[in-house]
C-alpha cells in the first residue's frame, strides 16, 4: 500500500465531514447547500446530511437556505491550542518584540501546505485580509511558510514538492517548484526567509524557525512591514537581529539546549 493512501482503519464519513467543515472560508462564510456540494464534490443528499448532522450538533447555523458555521467550531481546536505551550509562551516575546520594532509579528506552524496562525501581536493593517489566531495562508509564498518547509526532512519535502499547488498570488510568486527548492536550500543555509511582496503586494515579511528543546524546528516567528515603509536591505538589517533574539528567548523557555 503507497504510505500516502488510507489504510483499512480510515473512515470516509470523518473525511467528507471534515472536508464540510473546511469549504467555509473566509471567502464562503455562508454558503447554500448546492455550493457546498459542488465546493466539495458531494452529491447534494450527502451534503446535507452532513450539513443538518453539524446544525444539530451547534457546529453549524442556518436560515433554511444558507448555512455558516457557529462559534462552537472552535472548540475543535481548542485541545490543540490550550496544550500548546508554543503560543503562551511566545506571546510576551511578540509583544516586546513590536514594541521595539514597531512592526506586526507572528508565530505559526505548519499543516500540510499551510502555514497556520498560532500567535500574533499586530501593530497597523497591512494587508487587505485580516489576520486572526487560525488564519492560514499558503506555505511557500510566506517566509513563515518557507523556514518550516526548509526544515523538513527530505522525503516530506520531496512530496511537498511533488504535489503542491503553486498558485501565483502575485506577479512576484515563486511558482517553479524547481526555484522554490533552490530558495528553500538557501534558507535552511542561512537560516532566515525574506518573502517580498509574494503573498500580497506590498507585503513584506522576514521570518526564522523555533526550535524545540530536541532541536526540531516547531513553528517560526516572523515580522512583517510595507514595501513602503522599508526595503529588503533594510529589513536584514534592522529586523533580523531583534527577529533572531526573540526565537532565541523563545526556544529558551522552551527548555532547547544551549
Sequence with gaps: M?????????????ERGLAVIRAFTADTPAMTLSEVARNTGMSRATARRFLLTFADLGYMATDGRLFRLTPRVLELGYAYLSSMSLAEIAQPHLEQLVAEVRESS?????????VVYVSRVPTRRIMTVSISIGTRFP????????????????????????????????????????ALAAELEQVRAQGWSLVDQELEQGLMSIGVPIRNETRRVVAGINLS???????????????????????????????VPG
Design 139 to 178: 506555505a511557500h509564498a510566506t517566509s513563515l511558510g518557507r523556514v518550516l518547509l526548509a526544515h523538513l526532512d527530505a522525503t516530506r519535502l520531496r512530496h511537498y514538492l511533488d504535489t503542491v499547488s503553486l498558485r501565483p498570488l502575485t506577479p512576484y510568486t515563486i511558482t517553479s517548484r524547481d
Design 106 to 114: 507572528s508565530v505559526a506552524v505548519l499543516d500540510e501546505e499551510d
Design 2 to 14: 503507497d504510505d500516502n493512501e488510507p489504510g483499512r482503519y480510515f473512515v470516509q464519513s470523518l
Design 225 to 255: 512591514t510595507h514595501s513602503s515603509r522599508r526595503t529588503p536591505e533594510s529589513i536584514r538589517h534592522d529586523l533580523l537581529p531583534p527577529l533572531l533574539a526573540t526565537a532565541a528567548h523563545i526556544e529558551a523557555e522552551l527548555k
